[in-house]
Each structure stands twice: as C-alpha cells, then as structure tokens.
C-alpha cells in the first residue's frame, strides 16, 4: 500500500472497506470591487486515512484543524479541490444521480447541534418519513410501522412522532438526528462531534446508545471530537489532526500507551485525572494556532513546538510508520 495513505490495521489486506485518500479543500479568500482571490484557506490539505467494517476512526484536534470540512467533504455537502472518498472499492466523489443517491443511502451523518440540524417546521414523523419516501424504501402504509420501530431503536416512543424539534429535550433531539441517519441503514455513519452540546447528565447515554446501535448493525463511524477520554472509550483507531493535516494516527491502544507526536502528547496532558490525589504535569503550548491562510512552511506545528530546531522550517516531515500500525509526521520522534 502507498505509505502516504497508512492502514489503520498493519494486518488488513485487500481493499479497504471506507478510505478517505489524499482529501483536499482550499476556500478561495476574495478582496475588493472585482473580488480577486488574494489566498486561500488551507482547510483540509492531503487527509489519508482507512476504517475497516464495523469498526471506529476517532478524529480529534482542536477547533478549526479542519475535523468538520473533512467530514463534509466526505458527505459530499462539500466539493473537494482532489482525492478520493472510497467505499468498498468504488470512488464516489463525482458520482451523480443514482450511484450518488446510493451513497448517501450507505453514508449518513450525525450533527453536533442536535438543535439546528433539525428542521423546527417538521415534527418526528415529518424528519422520518422523508427519507423512506425519497429513497423508496417502503410503500406509504407500511411507513408508520417503520418510522417506529426506528423510534423505538434509539429508545423514544411512537408516541413522539407529532412532535416538533422545541418539543424534545436535547438529548432527546439527538436521539432524533440519530433515528433520520438510521432511517436509511447506512453502512458508515460521520459523528461530528455528537455530544458536545449537550448536557454532561445526557451524554454516556448518548455514547452507550451508538455503541449498541454500533454493535447490532455492524456500522463504521468516523467520530470527530475534541475530547481524547472520550475518544479513548469509542475508538478503535485514532487520527490527529493539525492545521488540515494527519499528524499522527494509531490503534487506540498503542496511541495512549505511547504517543510520539508533541502535539497528541499536548492534548493528552490536558485530560482532567479522575483521581483526587493524582498528579499530571499539563503540557501548555505557547502561542496561538496559525492561520490556515498562511501555514507555517516545513511542519506546520514548529511554531508551537517544545521540540523545534532548523530543519523543522525547513523540511516538512514526512508522515512515516514508526512502529507496527503507528504513523507520524515528526522529525524527531518514532
């Protein structure tokens, strides 16, 4: 396999089940009457990475590195500039008309904002029942008994099917965004930060409810968070992500046992310890992240770096296996 684009299991062969190769998004920044681009955007620039069936990518990072645009980009909201989305071996960027409506059937996506994503003018039945009829799924009569038992399955009753978007609590409204993605039985499911915005009481019920939903499917989640505890608790593999590009991806096990990259080392010393008498030197990183307009040149952390010397302005470290599975884009690491 091309060493630009790491298995997330050194002992996978054949063709992947999900890949995301070589994904790419500049926005073009426009200035003046004539709006002439003056830069662009870095926001995704060069993502690699493979999820094997049933199994779950933690992509962490903190705000801004580029973890939603990607997953737009693989839902197709976005248009990507190059790359490739692979679904057991077909590219579907570009596809259009039935190939496209077959992917959006086997690829869904769950919102952070349980709220917004929901259209207020609909109620439950409304949000559920579309999807069956634009995909053809069931004949009109059957759509009540399907609608729920999708209810029932993310544990709401039937009888909140007239109910509005207001009507629900947030957890509650979560639990509807993940019913409209299963509505459709999706294959691969993008969870874009799912619980953090809601309450602290709400959300291990909502993380125990994707693992079930997980396991009694056989679905492949992309699960984009900020919070690496957490992403501990659902991941198989994990990807860090900085200023648009994968620093560092492992299996989870071998990523908390030994991070190599300073960032992920940086994240990591900021998870609170849950022992009272537990002591943790946090790791605090001087400066504020770059812009993405205008990236520093070499590696792209250099200017946040403890480790940094000449040749990290210099030369752009190459995203290399430094151990069985355990990728990373460092000088002086691995």
């Given at each position: 396999?091309?060493?630009?684009c790491?298995?997330t299991?050194?002992?996978?062969?054949?063709?992947p089940?999900?890949?995301?190769?070589?994904?790419?998004k500049?926005?073009?920044?426009?200035?003046?009457v004539?709006?002439?681009?003056?830069g662009?955007?870095q926001?995704?620039?060069?993502?690699?990475?493979?999820?094997?069936r049933?199994q779950?990518?933690?992509?962490?990072?903190?705000?801004?590195?580029g973890k939603?645009t990607?997953?737009?980009l693989i839902?197709?909201?976005?248009?990507?500039?190059?790359?490739?989305?692979?679904?057991e071996?077909r590219n579907?960027?570009g596809?259009?008309?039935?190939?496209?409506?077959?992917?959006?059937?086997d690829?869904q996506m769950i919102?952070?904002?349980?709220?917004?994503?929901l259209?207020?003018h609909?109620?439950?039945?409304?949000?559920?029942?579309?999807?069956?009829?634009v995909?053809?799924?069931?004949?009109?009569e059957?759509?009540?008994?399907?609608?729920?038992?999708?209810?029932?399955s993310?544990?709401l009753?039937?009888?909140f099917m007239?109910r509005y978007?207001?009507e629900?609590?947030?957890?509650?409204?979560q639990r509807?965004?993940?019913?409209?993605?299963l509505?459709?039985n999706p294959?691969?499911i993008v969870?874009?930060?799912?619980?953090?915005a809601?309450?602290v009481?709400?959300?291990?019920q909502?993380?125990?409810l994707?693992?079930?939903?997980?396991?009694?499917?056989n679905l492949?989640?992309?699960?984009i968070?900020?919070?690496?505890?957490?992403?501990?608790?659902?991941?198989?593999?994990?990807?860090?992500?900085y200023?648009?590009?994968i620093?560092?991806m492992?299996p989870?096990e071998?990523f908390?046992?030994r991070?190599?990259h300073?960032?992920?080392e940086?994240?990591?010393s900021?998870?609170?310890?849950?022992?009272?008498k537990?002591?943790k030197e946090?790791i605090?990183?001087q400066?504020?992240?770059?812009?993405?307009?205008n990236?520093?040149?070499?590696?792209?952390?250099?200017?946040?770096c403890p480790?940094?010397?000449?040749?990290?302005g210099?030369?752009?470290?190459?995203?290399?296996?430094?151990?069985?599975?355990?990728?990373?884009?460092?000088?002086?690491?691995?």
């Amino acid at each position: 396999m091309n060493r630009d684009c790491p298995p997330t299991d050194p002992s996978a062969t054949g063709t992947p089940f999900f890949a995301v190769r070589g994904l790419k998004k500049y926005f073009p920044v426009r200035k003046g009457v004539f709006s002439r681009t003056i830069g662009h955007v870095q926001a995704v620039d060069g993502v690699n990475f493979e999820v094997r069936r049933g199994q779950t990518l933690g992509l962490v990072g903190e705000s801004g590195c580029g973890k939603t645009t990607a997953a737009r980009l693989i839902l197709q909201l976005e248009t990507p500039d190059t790359g490739e989305v692979i679904l057991e071996g077909r590219n579907i960027l570009g596809a259009k008309g039935p190939a496209l409506r077959a992917y959006r059937r086997d690829v869904q996506m769950i919102f952070q904002d349980p709220y917004s994503s929901l259209n207020p003018h609909k109620t439950a039945w409304q949000t559920l029942a579309e999807p069956l009829r634009v995909h053809g799924l069931c004949h009109r009569e059957e759509m009540p008994d399907r609608v729920a038992e999708v209810l029932e399955s993310v544990s709401l009753s039937a009888d909140f099917m007239d109910r509005y978007p207001h009507e629900f609590s947030g957890g509650q409204r979560q639990r509807l965004g993940i019913a409209r993605a299963l509505t459709v039985n999706p294959r691969v499911i993008v969870c874009d930060e799912p619980v953090s915005a809601l309450d602290v009481s709400v959300r291990s019920q909502i993380i125990n409810l994707l693992l079930e939903l997980q396991q009694r499917r056989n679905l492949t989640y992309v699960f984009i968070a900020h919070d690496l505890a957490l992403v501990e608790h659902v991941s198989d593999v994990v990807a860090v992500m900085y200023l648009g590009r994968i620093v560092e991806m492992a299996p989870t096990e071998s990523f908390y046992a030994r991070r190599l990259h300073p960032y992920s080392e940086a994240l990591l010393s900021a998870i609170p310890t849950t022992h009272p008498k537990a002591k943790k030197e946090r790791i605090v990183l001087q400066g504020d992240v770059p812009s993405p307009l205008n990236p520093p040149t070499g590696c792209r952390f250099r200017t946040r770096c403890p480790l940094v010397q000449d040749v990290c302005g210099e030369i752009e470290p190459v995203f290399r296996e430094a151990a069985p599975g355990h990728w990373v884009a460092c000088h002086f690491r691995g």
